[in-house]
């Protein structure tokens, strides 16, 4: 039935990707009003990805509040504030926007969300007290590989690819675990990639080269990873529609490959249906679902009831993973999914586990 209370009419949902573009316009205006200086110093141009700021603000803060994790909110905003800090933004605008956005969400969303996302945009706020954190580096020369991992971080960034192939091969001729070098070195080295772009120490240009370098070091890797004893198990592997990091991913399945499973990996950005086909055609024991983005953690809660409801999904039992859950250790049991991981090493473990 239709309240006839005014106030619901007024009800916007975050869950919402308009209502939400729609309250990221109108907090940019206010924002504007308040401070006429911003218009002087953006432009319009400027303004336009104002807007878009504001927008990605909220799609982080209603993942937070709809998965009951504000880490994936203040993890965010640690993000962008070192970010701004590289592109040499005033942390004071960012600071502004949010405290607009709290002013405007809270009166226009629903009691319990209007409360959860107002104590997370308070921390947020609360976080500026101190200087923006520098995200430190992911490469430490005094762990095991830590040299290894430096020198191929070291050729990637040179743009030279052939030593960075070289110096992985040459280790793993000598004995190195290719699992080991998977994530001690090759992961490390994404990650540092990533962190170097945030930064703006390293461009996008070259953050592509270096991922489509460590893309074929793992591809000269193959012939070490097909060898294992077969387990008689089956894992279907995908990164959720939307998502185009599909390293992760890759090394996941490559791990239980390793561990004698059958293993069927779909890469980035795979339909929901594509995934049901595979999970019925491979006769899937395991589906492993990953995610980077927080933005995509919706995607993978619908793909997880979407195995659920299905014919084709009920007897597979079902693994999440990617940044978002590392960062939030329950956000697996949130979507629903029944496990989860920080590595792809551990990865089998929990699927083994599950078995
Ligand atoms: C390469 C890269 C890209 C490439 C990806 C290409 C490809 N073929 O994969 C491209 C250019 C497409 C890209 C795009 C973007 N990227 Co990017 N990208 C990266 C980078 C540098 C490396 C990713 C990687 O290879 N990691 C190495 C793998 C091995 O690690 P992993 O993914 O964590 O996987 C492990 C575990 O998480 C776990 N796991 C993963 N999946 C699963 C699944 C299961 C079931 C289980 C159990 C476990 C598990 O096991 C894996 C193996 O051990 C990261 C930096 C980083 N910290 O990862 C940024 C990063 C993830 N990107 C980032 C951003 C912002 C973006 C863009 C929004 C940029 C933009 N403005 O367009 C887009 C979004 C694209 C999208 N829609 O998905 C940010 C995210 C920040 C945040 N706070 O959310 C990061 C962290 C960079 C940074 N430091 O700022 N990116």
Redesign the pocket.
């Known amino acids: 039935m239709q309240s006839e209370s005014s106030e619901t009419d007024i009800c916007l949902s975050l869950r919402n990707p308009e209502e939400r573009r729609a309250l990221a316009e109108e907090a940019v205006a206010l924002h504007y009003d308040d401070e006429p200086a911003l218009a002087q110093r953006y432009g319009p141009a400027g303004r336009a990805k104002c807007v878009q700021d504001a927008a990605y603000h909220l799609a982080y803060l209603d993942e937070a509040v709809a998965s009951g994790a504000p880490a994936l909110f203040l993890?965010?905003l640690d993000?962008?504030r070192s970010?701004l800090q590289g592109l040499g933004v005033p942390e004071a605008d960012l600071r502004g926007q949010l405290a607009v956005l709290r002013r405007l969400t809270f009166p226009r969303l629903e009691h319990e969300v209007a409360h959860a996302a107002d104590a997370i945009l308070d921390a947020a706020l609360r976080a500026f007290e101190a200087p923006p954190r520098v995200?430190e580096s992911?490469i430490d020369p005094a762990a095991p590989l830590g040299e290894l991992a430096e020198r191929d971080l070291a050729a990637l960034i040179a743009g030279d690819r052939k030593r960075a192939a070289e110096l992985v091969l040459a280790a793993v001729e000598a004995g190195t675990p290719v699992a080991d070098v998977?994530?001690e070195v090759?992961?490390r080295s994404?990650?540092e990639?990533?962190?170097l772009?945030?930064l703006s120490r390293i461009s996008?240009g070259q953050?592509?080269f270096?991922?489509a370098a460590?893309?074929a070091i793992i591809a000269r890797l193959y012939p070490h990873i097909f060898a294992a004893e077969r387990a008689g198990r089956r894992l279907v592997?995908a990164?959720v529609g939307?998502?185009?990091?599909?390293?992760?991913?890759r090394?996941?399945a490559d791990?239980f490959e390793m561990a004698g499973w059958d293993t069927y990996y779909l890469g980035?950005?795979v339909p929901a249906e594509s995934v049901l086909e595979a999970i019925e055609a491979q006769r899937a024991d395991v589906v492993?679902?990953?995610?980077?983005?927080?933005?995509?953690v919706d995607a993978v809660r619908r793909l997880v009831q979407g195995i659920r409801d299905d014919a084709r999904g009920k007897s597979a039992r079902i693994?999440?993973?990617?940044?978002?859950?590392?960062l939030a250790g329950s956000l697996w049991q949130a979507v629903g999914a029944d496990?989860?991981?920080?590595?792809?090493?551990?990865?089998v473990a929990?699927a083994e586990h599950l078995l």
């Open positions: 993890a965010y993000w962008v970010l995200p992911v998977y994530l090759i992961q994404q990650r990639i990533g962190r772009w945030q996008v953050e592509h270096c991922t460590s893309q592997a990164c939307g998502e185009l990091h599909e390293l992760g991913a090394m996941v791990f980035a950005n492993g679902i990953s995610a980077t983005m927080v933005a995509h693994l999440v993973g990617g940044y978002p859950f590392n496990g989860s991981a920080p590595d792809a090493r551990a990865a929990a």
